[in-house]
């Protein structure tokens, strides 16, 4: 039974679905919007949309923790760029939209996550 254990598991073990939800958030914040699976999407919404907030704080320790969990220069981005531009926000700062089309070999349900 799957007691207290949150988030989805990809197939992957800790580590590297760790490091591959780093990769999507990275991508995210570098282009602003990326096409992915549904449940990717689901997925990186929560992590990215902590990252904008430690962001929004606008201090020393929430850049060091931005700079801990991001590559240097997507945490740079999130807290000169991104955060600012959500000050008076107090959250969803990300949007899903479903696709029409599918993934052609498995039939996964695609959806663009961008920020709003």
Known sequence: MRHLKKGRKFGLKKGKKRSFLKILANNLIQ???????????????????????YGKKQNVASLRLLMKRLPKKAAYKVYHELAPRYKDRKGGYTTIV??????????????MIKFV
Do not use: P, Q
Request: hydrophobic content about 30%; glycine content about 2%.
């Open 31 to 53: 282009h602003e919007h990326i096409i992915t699976t549904e449940a990717r999407a689901k997925e990186l919404r929560s992590s990215v949309e902590r990252f904008i907030t």
């Open 98 to 111: 479903k696709l029409a089309k599918m993934r052609k070999h498995d039939g996964s349900k695609m959806t």
